[in-house]
């Protein structure tokens, strides 16, 4: 069955809000950790899925432009 554009649009949606938890999830976990090696971890692991939710967000605008 073949996914139709709205449903795609409301995809992206949640993955981008899914990239922004996970994003937010670490940010915590760094503040919240005394060891400064698992505090750059969970900071390197943060800036990972800002990448990706920025990825998704240019993705989705193009697919919204391309749309109309």
């Known amino acids: 069955k ?8 409301d995809v992206f949606k949640i993955a981008i809000d899914k990239e922004n938890e996970a994003y937010q ?4 976990a760094a503040e919240n950790t ?12 943060a800036k990972v899925e800002l ?4 990825k998704l ?3 989705y605008r193009e697919l919204r432009e391309n749309a109309i």
């Open 51 to 54: 990448s990706h939710e920025q």
């Open 2 to 9: 073949m996914i139709d554009r709205e449903n795609l649009f």
């Open 34 to 45: 005394s060891n400064p090696d698992v505090k750059k971890l969970f900071e390197e692991f």
């Open 25 to 28: 999830f670490y940010l915590k």
């Open 57 to 59: 967000k240019d993705k």
